[in-house]
């Protein structure tokens, strides 16, 4: 599954898309966005790991589901996932179902 761009968890909420503060980014306790709330991009979502220590975990995690592309910023690092038209649902779900069990088991 290629993710090279792709959206997360404040988007994959395809019934009612929205930046409000009940979002899983929002109230996530591994994951955190750079942007307020308010300002959030549904085409682009930068976020990174409350514990920088996990990170070896997360990642071979996204690796081992053969998602890539979603490396932050060279100037803010963390992470950047990012919806265009291309990306398909399927793509969308599996990095959050990465992300919920990375929050789930670490």
Known sequence: TL??????????????ISSS?????SSSEM???F??????????????LVDES??????????DK?????????SVGGYRASIYNALSL???ETLVNVMNNF????
Do not use: Q, W, Y
């Open 31 to 33: 994951f955190k966005g």
């Open 66 to 74: 053969n998602i890539s592309g979603i490396n932050g910023h060279r």
């Open 35 to 48: 942007a307020a709330i308010e300002d959030r991009s549904i085409m682009n979502v930068t976020f990174n």
């Open 3 to 16: 993710l090279s761009p792709v959206p997360i968890l404040d988007e994959l909420d395809c019934s009612s």
């Open 21 to 25: 503060s009940s979002s899983p980014l």
């Open 103 to 106: 929050e789930k088991n670490i």
């Open 90 to 92: 399927e793509s969308v």
């Open 54 to 63: 996990t990170k070896e975990v997360f990642d071979k995690m996204v690796n």
